[in-house]
């Protein structure tokens, strides 16, 4: 799995966790719904740390909460 896949999944859990749409996630995060939707569709192969911060941020979660999850065990990095 690439990091990309990863991060998708990752927010996509987190909605389903916190009971929340991509557009409510993207307004509590102050991103552009198009912003996270990028990022959940795999348009977006490189994710911003920023972006990922954005997201913790709106969710009331630290990065190490955020990437604390299975997904992001045995990536494939691509360097």
Do not use: H, W
């Not at 569709?41 to 909460?65: A, F, M, V």
Request: include cysteine.
């Amino acid at each position: 799995m690439t990091i990309s896949e990863a991060v998708s999944k990752r927010i996509l859990n987190l909605c389903n966790n916190y009971n929340i749409s991509i557009n409510k996630l993207a307004t509590i995060s102050y991103l552009t719904q198009s912003t996270v939707q990028s990022l959940i569709n795999g348009d977006s192969n490189n994710p911003k740390l920023l972006t990922i911060t954005r997201i913790c941020y709106g969710l009331n979660i630290s990065l190490s909460d955020f990437f604390d999850d299975d997904l992001f065990k045995n990536l494939d990095i691509k360097i």
